[in-house]
């Protein structure tokens, strides 16, 4: 992190191979067009900062993420400003599939959690997304999109307990008072 601070381009390329691929998960996860060079923007914009940047590797995550983040909510609301066109094709029409829980379900089989993942409303995606692909904490993933620790936890708790009925292969039991720990 000092070396990186200081200029050293071998150091700002171990940070940047060290946290790219997370981040360009991220954003592809959360439907940016181009996440590879998103990413590279998000570095150009992170790399020069080093020196501002405190609270270590933890700290310098978070911030990559938060950049991120901020990026990609840029993208989102240029591309709602001006939407693609394209002609409609009755056989890629979406609202000819299953209904959403048949979905779940016949991903659930097959283990395909990211496909599930885009079941569950925005705000809980984004923390999901951000706790396990970014390994943030709860504290920095409230930085990163702006929220409290509080909120976080509800919208993590709502969404583990989401993905377990979706992925569940079983009817659920009312008495099943499980948490969802997993993520803290």
Wanted: hydrophobic share 40%.
């Amino acid at each position: 992190m000092a070396a990186a601070a200081a200029g050293d381009g071998e150091a700002m390329r171990t940070l940047y191979e060290a946290l790219a691929s997370r981040v360009a998960g991220y954003l592809e996860f959360r439907g940016a067009a181009d996440p590879d060079g998103l990413t590279n923007d998000v570095f150009v914009r992170v790399l020069p900062r080093m020196a501002e940047i405190t609270g270590g590797w933890p700290g310098f995550r978070a911030y990559v993420f938060t950049v991120a983040h901020g990026k990609l909510v840029d993208e989102l609301r240029s591309r709602d400003r001006r939407p693609a066109h394209t002609e409609y094709d009755a056989d890629s029409d979406p609202r000819t599939h299953a209904s959403a829980e048949d979905q779940a379900l016949e991903r659930a089989g097959s283990s395909d959690v990211l496909a599930v993942l885009d079941l569950l409303p925005e705000d809980q995606r984004t923390v999901v997304t951000l706790r396990v692909l970014g390994e943030l904490t709860l504290k920095e993933t409230a930085v990163t999109i702006g929220r409290s620790e509080v909120a976080i936890k509800k919208l993590q708790s709502k969404a583990l307990g989401s993905l377990r009925r979706l992925l569940s292969t079983e009817p659920s039991d009312p008495s099943d008072a499980t948490t969802s720990e997993g993520l803290r």
